[in-house]
């Protein structure tokens, strides 16, 4: 198994989300990596949490399990999860799979921090 | 019955016939107010012996006995108490207060009190009766509609239909007991193909027992949907019902994954009767060991392995058959079971041959004593022919059957990979680069990508079950007319069902009832215009093909 297949990287968005960037391809195997930025991100109380997938060029069905997951996280915590960033491929997966009927898609930062107030 | 005697007036208040406004008042011109003396007198207190040797009306005031009774008599001033007995037994006290004349009361007052209290006992004592039967009747209809709610949960919760497994036969029997146990069972759909199979025994009765079960289950399947050993879903359910549990309950529980395409039964026990494997050596009692569940969290669990051949089958049971008892109170037993499994070809049929034995051994007469539930799983004792030795899985689910498009289609290329987790990055980049003259639209060729990767995904985990040595092998072909490629992938996952590729169910999944894996196939299905699987014996072979014209987009009808 490569090691690292993804970095993360939280910050905090004045008055805005708490933004989760991901960077190299999500399986399965990121599980760890995926969850505990997750819970860093929760360490900032927001009320939303993005996350920003511009640096993500693979996701396959184990990773929609784990963004799954952090959805029922989310809704657990009363948060929302926005993303952006997403190619257009992966944007048509998360509508087929109806993730986007649970997270709003926005097509970058910027738009996604203009509409999360 | 605890002898909890009321004043005269507080008995007779229900009874309208007797009622006291049509009793003429002893002396008095004018009705004197009647009304109720709370007084409860203990059958201990010496009043109550002082009246059985002087029944009679007796002056308060003269009595000089250490009772409470008298005490509280004297204390609500009454004056003349008369004693109600109904066949030798104290049940209630006419008093007297103080007459409004001042005066003291007759010889003849007391004549009439006495005529009164002769007349009066019998009918407080039939209104005793009666009240307290119908206590008792509201009771009874109040732990019926208890039984009522326990045997209605326990029955909404056990699955309404049987695996539906090629190769496999599955029957299982479950009789709730009068007083409804805990008994229960489910079945949990992995997302990998295999299945769980539980069964377990809360101990207590009714609704208790009951709502333990439902949060058992609810727990076990969160447990099973994440967790892949069952070992481990055992231990984590036994954390979390810890602290919930009532104390003085638990759960026993086997909870067992069968793989139905090799026959492995991969299980871990949590202080449940030992399951019966029956195969062609004999009968083998499936042991693990592992506390129950609920009495001491950090618990853990022995997980075993068998494997079913052909016509192998395999008996879970709860307590409520082996503890039945016959008329000479001789239990039915292990040893019993055993031997009977072994003499039985297995099958559905073993249910009814179980409970047959089962009567024949308690008698008619018997009241069942526990809840009985039985799960019977037997491999076919030949594999189920498929037809032509194909399956296909229909766009939509559609009937239609069809096997591979694209076997006479020039091939462009083919490769084999070993079956290591992460190949299948190596298979989608190959692939892509073989097509690459084909100048797929590039949303076209990223969907070809996923479908490629998502195919080889689930033939290295599940086809060939991660076992490295095994290929699996890709071919790339191509066809003018319609423009199209197809890329056939295949392992040796041959002589298995096909999971049905569904629609996975995402609510379920966000609301942790589901797992939230299980997205592959249907992603395939998705990124590509016409997806065929075939089987033999030996290879499965998933086929996708994906037209070149007809725009980025565009899934022509096939």
Known sequence: ?117 | MTALFRSFWRSLTGQERAAPAETPPPVTPRPASATTLALEIAPNDPLVLYFQSAPGAVDVETLRIDSPAVQALKAARVKLAMPLVSQGNLIGLLCMGPRLSEQDYTTEDRGLLSNLASQAAPAVRVAQLVRQQRIEAQARERIEQELRVARLIQQTLLPQTLPDLPGWQIATHYQPAQAVGGDFYDFIYLADGRVGFIIGDVTDKGVPAALVMATTRAILRGAAGRLLSPGEVLERTNELLCPDIPPKMFVTCLYAILDPASGRLHYANAGHDLPYWRHAAGVTEMRATGMPLGLMPGMSYEEREVRLELGDSVLLYSDGLVEAHSPTREMFGFPRLGALVGQHSGGEALIPHLLDQLTAFTGPEWEQEDDTTLVVLQRASRPTPSPDAELRVGRGGGGEDRSLQADAWPMLAQFSLSSEPGNERQAMARVAEMVKDLNLPPARLDKLKTAVAEATMNAIEHGNRNRAELPVDIRVLTSEAPAAVAVQISDHGGGKPMPEPGTPDLDAKLAGLQSPRGWGLFLIEKMVDEMNTASDDVHHTIELILYLSGGPDAHPTA
Do not use: W
């Not at chain 1, 399990?65 to 952006?84: D, E, H, Y």
């Not at chain 1, 898609?105 to 996604?112: L, P, T």
């Open chain 1, 1 to 117: 198994m490569p090691t690292q297949l993804l970095e993360t990287k939280v910050r905090r968005v004045t008055d805005g989300p708490a933004v989760i960037d991901l960077r190299g391809e999500i399986d399965g195997s990121v599980d760890e990596a995926l969850n505990a930025a997750y819970t860093e991100a929760e360490g900032y109380q927001p009320s939303a949490i993005l996350l920003n997938f511009s640096g993500v060029e693979y996701i396959d069905s184990t990773g929609i399990a784990l963004i799954v997951g952090l959805l029922a996280r989310a809704r657990k915590g009363g948060r929302r999860l926005l993303t952006c960033g997403l190619s257009p491929h992966y944007t048509e997966i998360f509508q087929i799979t109806r993730l986007s009927d649970f997270m709003t898609i926005f097509a970058d930062e910027a738009s996604a921090l203009a509409n999360s107030k």
